[in-house]
């Protein structure tokens, strides 16, 4: 029998969770939360779901059996906490939470619901990034690594309202970077040093740039970014013994380069990563199994953004909080 999925947060982003609940045959949309209620009404019936007016009902809804949170991150703490006390299981838009100590009080209230919750860096199933994924052990132990990932101003008045946001663009774009940094080297980091500045925006930073120590030294990457452009890239560079990856998720372009040859990688279908991450939470669900992003991930991303802005208050570089 279906799961009966309910979706708190279905504005700009959260629309695309709502979208492709259909294409996840092991779901069933059950309920939608959104404060715009006019909107939210209007998205109910053109999905033939209930409609709730706050996220508590919806958590109390009894034909609602997980839920999908996609919602500013300041919200997620009194979210995920009420839900993993109802049982809930959780699919949640990252970042995990504005800050470590809020990461850290989901994360036990999700141990002692003994709950499935998953964080949805969606990145990680984007075709650019398996093919990397794929190619990696091809050029030797990893020294060195460059992110980067820059794209237009957004039209989200709040995303720059820091009260709400909780951050600018460390928190809610730098968090993909910092956790593909982990997953495609297989290291955590130990210490950062950042700086941030603001092109358009006035309460948060829209462009940063950052050095990432991993392992106590035995790699460093380079991450940074802006949302202050009319252009878009997402680049990754990774540097090894024997040889470079190079691609950009959003081009769809990967290579691996020894010396001055360039050897194109094959780099299937565009995926659509909403619904690619919706399936995994399911599969996840239905398989009584960890997901493949977990609460510690979510974590470690937003760990890596707190030293982030650690280090910009400072002026020097600053260590990473342990999950």
Same mark, same amino acid.
């Given at each position: 029998?279906?799961?009966?999925i ?53 958590i ?5 059996e997980?839920?999908?949170? !996609? ?10 906490? @009420?839900?993993?006390?109802? =049982?809930?299981? +959780? ?24 709950t499935?919750?998953?964080? @949805? ?20 132990? +990893?020294?060195a690594? !460059? ?6 101003? /957004?039209? +989200?008045s ?8 909780? =951050? $600018? ?7 993909? /970077? ?7 080297? $297989? ?6 040093? *950042?700086? @941030?500045?603001?092109?358009v ?8 740039? *950052? ?14 970014? /802006? ?6 890239? =997402?680049?990754?560079?990774l540097? $090894? ?5 190079? $691609? ?5 372009? *990967? ?13 299937? *279908?565009?995926v659509?990563? !909403? ?38 208050e ?5 260590? !990473?909080?342990?999950?």
């Amino acid at each position: 029998m279906a799961v009966g999925i309910g979706i708190i947060g279905t504005g700009k982003h959260g629309a695309r969770y709502l979208q492709h609940v259909a294409d996840v045959p092991a779901f069933r949309l059950a309920a939608i939360c959104r404060q715009d209620r006019d909107a939210g009404t209007r998205q109910a019936s053109d999905y033939a779901c209930r409609f709730h007016g706050q996220a508590q009902a919806l958590i109390d809804d009894p034909d609602v059996e997980a839920i999908i949170t !996609v919602v500013p991150p300041t919200l997620n703490v009194g979210i995920v906490t @009420a839900a993993a006390r109802a =049982g809930k299981a +959780l699919l949640i838009e990252k970042p995990l939470a504005a800050s470590v100590a809020e990461c850290r009080t989901i994360s036990e209230a999700v141990a002692r619901a003994g709950t499935t919750a998953m964080v @949805a860096h969606t990145l990680r199933f984007n075709a650019v990034v398996q093919a990397l994924a794929d190619a990696r052990s091809t050029v030797g132990d +990893l020294h060195a690594a !460059v992110l980067t990932q820059r794209f237009e101003p /957004s039209a +989200l008045s709040w995303l720059d309202r820091r009260a709400i946001a909780g =951050g $600018g663009i460390i928190l809610h774009t730098g968090v993909h /970077s910092f956790d593909l940094v982990r997953h495609l080297s $297989g290291r955590e980091a130990t210490r950062v040093s *950042a700086q @941030a500045w603001q092109v358009v925006t006035r309460e948060t930073e829209d462009a940063f740039a *950052a050095i990432v120590e991993l392992d106590s030294g035995a790699m460093r990457a380079m991450v940074g970014g /802006s949302r202050a452009t009319a252009g878009r890239c =997402g680049a990754i560079e990774l540097a $090894g013994r024997d040889g470079q990856l190079v $691609g950009d998720h959003v081009h769809g372009t *990967a290579a691996r380069l020894v010396r001055t040859d360039r050897e194109a990688l094959p780099v299937g *279908a565009p995926v659509h990563t !909403v619904p690619a991450i919706m399936q995994e939470f399911a599969a996840a669900l239905i398989e009584r199994r960890a997901p493949a992003i977990t609460v510690a991930d979510g974590t470690a991303a937003v760990a890596i953004a707190e030293a982030c802005y650690r280090s910009i208050e400072s002026g020097r570089p600053e260590d !990473v909080e342990r999950p």
